[in-house]
């Protein structure tokens, strides 16, 4: 069904973006590095180019702060007009910033599932051996300076952490903040995408309100936990997290490396998991707010990331399938909807058909879902969703995401996440996890 010309075009798009040192998300829209694109830009870039791969990973490394934080951007002294640029930051105030400029927050862990991924396709093991200690020190540092609560369930701090920026499940909380002095600033966000395509004003002004509380906190991690207006354990940030950290393990152990504290970060997340985010009346995973107490009740295709990590149940992966996956109020492809999956229920209020992570198609979410239910041996179903996801990309092309109803692209074009993702679902065969 799709061509050796669709491959073709992917692998363009990620050697357009190729600055020769890291790989830009998109054109315009995002000029330097971002942790969780890279590292899905190495896995596209393992397909025909491993050393280019790893270069990419050890560009994003570089910008690891002391302590074990990876930062959610890496600037690479790259000149732009994008915003906030480093200087916003003011990382320099924190003794454990590294000599790279990056931001002063994180993004999802999804790194050490890449780098096992690539390590399976083609054993690199001095490559491992390379990087090991770095993504166990990031591992780390988010098991003890994000740990809010004892629960081995990790805190964020900000949306841009939980990479789906301005998703209907922080908007209450985000309106709770009341920003006194925000900084200066001009978006530039909206010069390349369409405003009805990206956040609103009111969300975006929270944003920058945040920096300039962590910034003015030096980033020191007991400080941000205990005076961070927004404090959220996220259920895609833990499940992506607890699926790293598995990964991690396969990785210590191929080298031979101590796996004890690893095992113990992951019976922690178990054993707190349900506890924390399963809603047995609604059969969904909340997220939840550590400042209200209380679960965040917005239903986003965040309740599928705990197939993604093996963390579901046989029963609540069937009641997450048949009661919403497969419903066609909120998650199915029907009606005016024609294509796999809105980001957001559709019976959510807040659903917005082309705003960013509020009902668009994301290829990222529909890859987490493909995984999942591959885990859980629901091919079929995994193998509809892959074929609509590239059904999509070839025809509207390599978007940032994609209207649902119609396949129109939105966002940033020649996104390389999308490229790289392309080349991922067409490589992996549907019949591997066969049961």
Not at 165 to 173: E, G, K
Not at 179 to 208: C, K, L, Q, S, W
Not at 227 to 245: C, E, G, K, T, Y
Request: aromatic share 12%; glycine share 6%.
């Amino acid at each position: 069904m799709f061509t050796a010309s669709l491959m073709e075009r992917a692998i363009s798009v990620l050697r357009s973006n190729d600055t020769g040192f890291f790989t830009k998300p998109g054109p315009n829209q995002y000029p330097h590095q971002w942790n969780w694109d890279s590292a899905l830009i190495a896995l596209g870039l393992s397909h025909f180019d491993l050393p280019r791969a790893q270069l990419e990973i050890r560009s994003l490394l570089s910008g690891q702060w002391q302590d074990g934080m990876l930062p959610h951007v890496v600037y690479h002294h790259t000149t732009s007009d994008y915003f906030p640029p480093a200087s916003f930051w003011q990382i320099e105030n924190s003794p454990h910033a590294p000599d790279n400029p990056t931001s002063g927050i994180t993004q999802p862990p999804l790194l050490a599932t890449v780098i096992r991924r690539m390590h399976s396709r083609l054993p690199m093991p001095d490559f491992v051996q390379e990087v090991y200690p770095a993504l166990l020190d990031w591992h780390r540092w988010l098991h003890t300076a994000r740990n809010a609560d004892g629960s081995g369930l990790v805190g964020i701090i900000h949306p841009w952490e939980s990479g789906t920026d301005d998703s209907p499940r922080w908007l209450d909380l985000l309106a709770a903040i009341q920003p006194e002095n925000i900084p200066e600033f001009r978006r530039g966000d909206t010069r390349y995408v369409p405003a009805i395509e990206r956040p609103h004003r009111a969300e975006y002004e929270r944003f920058i309100h945040l920096i300039d509380v962590f910034r003015k906190l030096n980033y020191a991690p007991a400080e941000l936990l205990a005076h961070s207006p927004f404090l959220v354990q996220d259920v895609l940030f833990n499940a992506i997290l607890f699926r790293a950290d598995e990964d991690l393990r396969a990785l210590a152990a191929s080298l031979g490396q101590p796996t004890a504290e690893i095992d113990g970060w992951l019976s922690k997340m178990r054993l707190n998991f349900d506890a924390r985010f399963w809603n047995g009346t609604n059969g969904l995973y909340y997220d939840y707010d550590l400042r209200a107490g209380e679960p965040i009740q917005v239903n986003t295709a965040a309740t599928f990331l705990p197939l993604f990590a093996g963390l579901a149940t046989t029963k609540q992966l069937q009641r997450l399938v048949e009661e919403h996956l497969l419903n066609p109020r909120e998650y199915a492809a029907s009606g005016e909807v024609r294509h796999w999956v809105t980001t957001t229920a559709r019976a959510e209020p807040t659903w917005e058909s082309r705003r960013y992570w509020r009902g668009p198609v994301w290829i990222i979410m529909n890859w987490f879902l493909i995984e999942g239910l591959q885990r859980y041996a629901y091919n079929k179903l995994a193998e509809i969703i892959r074929q609509d996801t590239l059904g999509l990309i070839e025809a509207a092309g390599f978007r940032e995401y994609y209207d649902a109803r119609d396949g129109s692209g939105c966002g940033s074009e020649n996104f390389s996440w999308t490229a790289a993702l392309a080349l991922e679902l067409s490589d992996r065969s549907m019949e591997e996890n066969e049961s």
